[in-house]
């Protein structure tokens, strides 16, 4: 019963209006040919396969889930199809190097085709979208022959791609791994180990599977000092990028989990299979981090994409259910009852789920934008982009998944009991969505990420740099009557954003366990302030388009508003729980856990 319709008309308004991509992609000496038509064009295309395709799959991956009989996984009906179409249409290689047969895309456009797909179906889209991770891993860290043996056939999508990082003793603290890698002699290592919580570990919808993967090498330093990566291809792969025999790695079972079902999350055992050292030794860690920052801009595509199968389902079902009549009087008089979106509660959860939605797109995709600039800064400063990416890749990670997960919730509460059974996919939608807070590092770790080391050990410049951003903006609109409703409260905010971060360093010198209790209100009051930013943005863009009569901005412009109104005051909560000190967590004289 769910439905899925990619919403052209924002993805558009973000990126061509809002963010002004095609004016970014003529200022750089490589993208001068894309033009919002050929941008249209391609995300018609991609559309049509979203819709049509992976859509009506999603419900499939999710009752049917992956098979596992003696180390072979089979995926969901209809999977391996979806995937061969998508490989046809030559969808892997959209941002891919050229040199490897890539086509070259921007991030910039290639983020609307993750949410696309992740939208329609997020258990399918996991496949393809590790694969980019292990290329742009080998693309930075592998040596010149590396990339020539695996980078042409995980560009084209012929192999796909894993992160192998997480062992049942440890989660985010990688220093404790204790997978082995063992010199073979000829250049190789044999690699020992148990990995969990692989997705996409095992599957049948690719020829070869390419395992990053980090171990020790003898002798090692403990720690995260003393990790190495390495590539372990699930077949062995010549100089030339054959597919030989079968390396030793295997998947010893599936995990039985909460949701996306339509994704092998596997256990998987390396016997001494065949490695190959990416990087230097005891560096792996650093060059893991290419891999897990590409993830957490994909996971923060994953809070969206919830977001916005929360809303438009919900949207559907609240014009189409009848209950009760409105207090204000009778709105559907030939009906028995009026249809509940007419009920202000109602429309409290949908406003809700639409600026959750739109903001995260805007947030996601100011992000890709940022990370094409770090390489193409079009006469800007890369320096100054990478260190806002830096700072937003956290705040995007787990503020979205957050407030995904929210809209999820809302979903299910909108549709009320029948939210709560399989056929609507609202309980679906819940628990693919819950998982998206966990992996790429939970909440509490990008919390800590962006109060610890992204600013107080970086003595608050990343953020004095984004404020500053946001400042110039306020600025210029500081005149402007009509966008006074957004100046004045964000204007106040930024400066508090500045105090309230120098009021925690200074407590965090005399205990420095204030940053850990103060870290996720921290990082969930920063998003709020960096999506009021962005809706005031949008405001003002749809206020000098008004004119024009189309009813989208006048929209647009009423959903910054209720942003504002309704969900910026949260901020007020948070400032004062995370000013309140550690003290009500940890205490020298109360043990408030003792039985």
């Known amino acids: 019963m769910s439905h899925y319709q990619a919403p052209l008309r924002d993805i558009a308004f973000v990126q061509q209006e809002l963010l002004e991509i095609e004016q970014y992609f003529q200022a750089t000496d490589c ?22 395709v992976l859509a009506p799959l999603n419900a499939v991956g999710d009752s049917e889930g992956c098979q596992w009989h003696e180390g ?10 979806a995937y061969q179409q998508y490989v046809e249409g030559g969808w892997p290689a959209l941002e891919g190097d050229e040199a490897f047969g890539g086509q070259a895309f921007p991030k910039s456009i290639a983020i609307a085709v993750t949410e696309m797909s992740g939208t329609a179906n997020w258990a399918w889209s996991m ?98 000092k003393g990790i190495s990566l390495f590539i372990v291809p699930k077949f062995i792969v010549d100089v030339e990028g054959n597919i030989g025999e079968r390396n030793a790695v295997n998947c010893g079972s599936l995990e039985h989990k909460m949701g996306i079902h339509g994704n092998a999350t596997c256990v998987m055992n390396f016997d001494g299979a065949t490695g190959y050292l990416i990087g230097e030794a005891n ?49 559907a008089p030939e009906k028995e009852a009026d249809p509940i979106i007419v009920h202000a509660d109602v429309r409290r959860m949908l406003m ?57 919730n809302l979903g299910m509460q909108i549709f009320g009991g029948h939210g709560y059974i399989k056929e609507w996919g609202m309980e679906q939608n819940v628990r693919d969505s819950r998982i998206s807070m966990l992996y790429e590092g939970t909440t509490g770790i990008q919390s800590l990420d962006l109060l610890g080391r992204k600013i107080l050990l970086k003595a608050g410049e990343p953020l004095q740099l984004l404020i500053t951003e946001m400042s110039a903006f306020c600025k210029t609109h500081s005149d402007n009557p009509d966008m006074a409703e957004f100046i004045a ?24 366990d204030e940053v850990n209790a103060a870290c996720v209100d921290y990082l969930m009051y920063s998003g709020y302030i960096t999506y009021a930013y962005l809706w005031a943005k949008a405001a003002a863009v749809a206020q ?33 729980t995370m000013l309140s000190g550690v003290n009500n967590l940890i205490s020298a004289e109360v043990d408030p856990f003792a039985l």
Request: net charge negative; aromatic share 8%.
């Open 31 to 52: 993208w001068q040919e894309m033009n919002a038509e050929l941008v249209d064009a391609v995300l018609n295309e991609s559309a049509k396969f979203c819709e049509e």
């Open 352 to 408: 809700t789920q639409k600026v959750f939605s739109e903001g995260a797109r805007m947030l996601v995709y100011w992000v890709a934008q940022l990370s094409d600039q770090t390489v193409h800064p079009a006469g800007g400063d890369a320096d100054k982009a990478n260190e806002l990416l830096s700072l937003l890749t956290p705040i995007a990670k787990a503020f979205a998944t957050e407030t995904g997960f929210e809209s999820a």
């Open 72 to 81: 072979v996984v089979t995926t969901p009906t209809g999977f391996k199809e």
């Open 489 to 512: 409260p964000l204007s106040t905010l930024l400066k508090a954003w500045g105090d309230n971060t120098m009021k925690i360093g200074m407590a965090a010198m005399q205990n420095q």
């Open 544 to 576: 000098q388009k008004l004119a024009s009569g189309d009813e989208f901005y006048r929209n647009k412009i009423y959903s910054a508003q209720f942003y504002f109104q309704r969900i910026l005051p949260r901020t007020a909560g948070l400032e004062q």
């Open 283 to 331: 560096r792996g860690l650093n060059a893991m981090f290419t891999f897990m920052n590409t993830a957490r801009i994909g996971t923060a595509a994953q809070g969206l994409a919830h977001a916005e199968w929360a809303y438009q389902n919900s949207l559907a079902y609240a014009k189409d259910r009848t209950q009760m009549r409105s207090l204000s009087g009778t709105k």
């Open 127 to 224: 496949y393809p979208g590790l694969s980019h991770g292990a290329c742009h891993t080998i693309s930075h860290h592998g040596s010149d022959e590396q990339k020539q043996q695996f980078m042409p056939k995980l560009v084209d999508g012929s192999w796909t791609g894993t992160m192998c990082l997480t062992e049942s003793h440890c989660g985010s603290d990688l220093g404790l791994l204790r997978s082995k890698a063992e010199p073979n002699g000829d250049g190789s290592y044999a690699i020992s180990g148990t990995k969990i919580f692989i997705s996409s570990g095992e599957h049948d919808m690719a020829e070869n599977i390419i395992h990053i993967v980090l171990a020790r090498l003898p002798g090692a330093p403990k720690g995260t």
